[in-house]
């Protein structure tokens, strides 16, 4: 017994289709199953598609409420729904081969512990050829940025299927769309098994791929960055944080001597909007999964521990400046060289002091 959850919103012209795909193979296959459909507030005529198909095929209809409309959402609440441990997720605009669905299934039945996703760029696999070329550099790159986090040649399937004992789905916490490197990333699982699929694109429907999902995906994959490598992934993403703040810092050292400041004034003065600057993004970014503290408060334990990391970046820069002919001559060096000493002192305050409050999550 498997259970195909298959999320939708406005994709009622594609069910029927899909459900008689679906029961085909399975049958052919000998294969127990349900159908699970997730809908999430669709404006359209999904429950009686639904409802008209029910009297010859196992299908059902789950209907969420009181969240927000939210694709991976939807796959969530179908995974806890399901009757069966065993649950493959495919999308409803037959995209997805049902074809390859006792593949899987014997995938899992091979080892119950594996994640068993369809992949488009593995040996046999294809996508559609009508992609236009930013589609296709779109999904490559999106990616290249998940394959640290994953063995999977596709990442970005959202064909899969696994047993729901290896993943604690309280403990979900997607943005936007891709619930398959959500799973595989937080789940208890062996390892990635995959089988080729010849992806098409939709013919019904339209897709739901925009701006809107694409910076979602880019915040999901900060977040499970964080949790994947821990203090790791914080250190670099500090770093990302404190080299914004650092043309921050440049273009305002430049300004102030441009206004008449000298050079060691202009670099106590730029410290300011390069600190706050820093402290905003590490509070929304680098930290973001902490619980929030006072803004006002946690500013002025920012800045305090900043100006005694800022003191050694200074006193650097000052004595590089007026003790090496070198320095004085290209005072950047010195610069860098100033906030290169105290970026690890900033780091440690940051993490234990500052923003020490537990994960939420």
């Given amino acids: 017994m498997i259970t195909i959850v298959v999320p939708t919103y406005k994709e009622a012209g594609n069910i029927t289709v899909l459900v008689r795909n679906v029961d085909d193979v399975m049958r052919a296959a000998e294969l127990a199953y349900e159908m699970?459909?997730?809908?999430?507030?669709?404006?359209?005529?999904?429950?009686?598609?639904?409802?008209?198909?029910?009297?010859?095929?196992?299908?059902?209809?789950?209907?969420?409420?009181?969240?927000?409309?939210?694709?991976?959402?939807?796959?969530?609440?179908?995974?806890?729904?399901?009757?069966?441990?065993?649950?493959?997720?495919?999308?409803?605009?037959?995209?997805?081969?049902?074809?390859?669905?006792?593949?899987?299934?014997?995938?899992?039945?091979?080892?119950?512990?594996?994640?068993?996703?369809?992949?488009?760029?593995m040996a046999g696999g294809s996508f559609d050829r009508d992609w236009s070329l930013w589609r296709f550099f779109n999904s490559h790159v999106a990616t290249l940025l998940a394959s640290p986090l994953t063995t999977s040649s596709d990442p970005m399937s959202g064909f899969f299927a696994l047993n729901r004992q290896f993943v604690d789905v309280e403990s979900l916490r997607p943005i936007g769309y891709k619930i398959g490197l959500e799973l595989m990333v937080r789940g208890r699982f062996s390892g990635v098994s995959e089988v080729a699929i010849q992806f098409k694109d939709r013919t019904v429907g339209e897709s739901k791929m925009n701006f809107g999902q694409q910076w979602k995906y880019l915040r999901h994959l900060r977040r499970l960055y964080l949790h994947r490598f821990k203090g790791w992934a914080e250190f670099v993403h500090y770093g990302a944080v404190g080299a914004s703040g650092f043309v921050v810092d440049i273009l305002f050292y430049y300004l102030f001597q441009y206004l008449g400041l000298g050079h060691q004034s202009a670099r106590a003065l730029s410290f300011w909007p390069a600190v706050s600057s820093n402290w905003a993004l590490n509070r929304v970014t680098t930290f973001g999964e902490r619980k929030r503290r006072p803004r006002t408060r946690q500013w002025l334990e920012f800045v305090g521990s900043s100006m005694i990391g800022f003191s050694l970046n200074w006193g650097i820069y000052y004595w590089l400046t007026s003790q090496v002919a070198f320095f004085d001559e290209f005072r950047l060096l010195a610069l860098i060289g100033g906030i290169a000493g105290a970026s690890l002192f900033n780091f440690a305050a940051s993490t234990l002091f500052i923003y020490s409050e537990k994960r939420i999550g």
């Fill in 36 to 121: 699970l459909i997730v809908d999430d507030n669709s404006p359209d005529e999904i429950i009686q598609v639904v409802a008209s198909l029910q009297p010859e095929f196992p299908v059902r209809i789950l209907l969420p409420s009181g969240r927000p409309r939210d694709l991976s959402l939807s796959v969530i609440d179908g995974i806890k729904a399901a009757d069966s441990d065993r649950v493959l997720v495919m999308d409803a605009d037959l995209s997805h081969p049902p074809q390859v669905i006792p593949a899987m299934v014997a995938k899992l039945d091979q080892d119950e512990n594996s994640f068993v996703m369809g992949s488009r760029y």
